[in-house]
T-cell receptor, first 113, second 112 residues
Framework: NAGVTQTPKFRILKIGQSMTLQCTQD?????MYWYRQDPGMGLKLIYYSVGAGITDKGEVPNGYNVSRSTTEDFPLRLELAAPSQTSVYFC????????????FGSGTQLSVL | QKEVEQNSGPLSVPEGAIASLNCTYSDRVSQSFFWYRQYSGKSPELIMS????GDKEDGRFTAQLNKASQYVSLLIRDSQPSDSATYLCAVSGYQGAQKLVFGQGTRLTINP
């Protein structure tokens, strides 16, 4: 099992550009999450999904969109990139309800200039 | 008031000493509590989980939970330079069991 895979690992965007951060997991986990981590800070929840076709907002959803068409994939879309979205983005998953260990991807470092 | 609050440090501890990391949370209905370790440039990794009041020990790590005081701590005994990392406190059950809310993390440095 590869676990949780995120692509790309690094990306530089210009203000106003759009991009999609990819996240896929091969563990058949139902719950998936997107977090962002600003320098020297903890993780902030952007969006999460409890299964295919079901998504919900976290603490900091503005400027982002998600979709969950399959159990495996949970892409995060940035429509109009802003400098405030410069951050490290982590995708994570758990098997089902009742959080125990979060399985994290390796992260995507995004800079918006 | 922040939902999950930690002293951001940095916390400097000599090798072999006990490192004590603290965390407070604001929501009394919180049910599950976790400590994650994050090395620079890496993803967080779970090192301890605790669900009921009292102490839970795993090797050199001890998690302590006091729900009445809304307080959770992590003790690291016989600290090693490899323990130098950022430690993130995380709490679930806040605004729904499916969400895990993180503190800002405490940066710990173990000095040889």
């Amino acid at each position: 099992n590869a676990g949780v895979t995120q692509t790309p690992k690094f990306r530089i965007l210009k203000i106003g550009q759009s991009m999609t951060l990819q996240c896929t997991q091969d563990m058949n986990h139902n719950y998936m999450y997107w977090y962002r981590q600003d320098p020297g800070m903890g993780l902030k929840l952007i969006y999460y999904s409890v299964g295919a076709g079901i998504t919900d907002k976290g603490e900091v959803p503005n400027g982002y969109n998600v979709s969950r068409s399959t159990t495996e994939d949970f892409p995060l879309r940035l429509e109009l990139a802003a400098p405030s979205q410069t951050s490290v983005y982590f995708c994570a998953s758990i098997p089902g309800q009742g959080i125990e260990k979060l399985f994290f991807g390796s992260g995507t470092q995004l800079s918006v200039l | 008031q922040k939902e999950v609050e930690q002293n951001s440090g940095p916390l400097s501890v000599p090798e072999g000493a006990i490192a004590s990391l603290n965390c407070t949370y604001s929501d009394r209905v919180s049910q599950s509590f976790f400590w994650y370790r994050q090395y620079s440039g890496k993803s967080p990794e779970l090192i301890m989980s605790i669900y009921s009041n009292g102490d839970k020990e795993d090797g050199r790590f001890t998690a302590q939970l006091n729900k009445a005081s809304q307080y959770v701590s992590l003790l690291i005994r016989d600290s090693q330079p490899s323990d130098s990392a950022t430690y993130l406190c995380a709490v679930s059950g806040y605004q729904g069991a499916q969400k895990l809310v993180f503190g800002q993390g405490t940066r710990l440095t173990i000095n040889p």
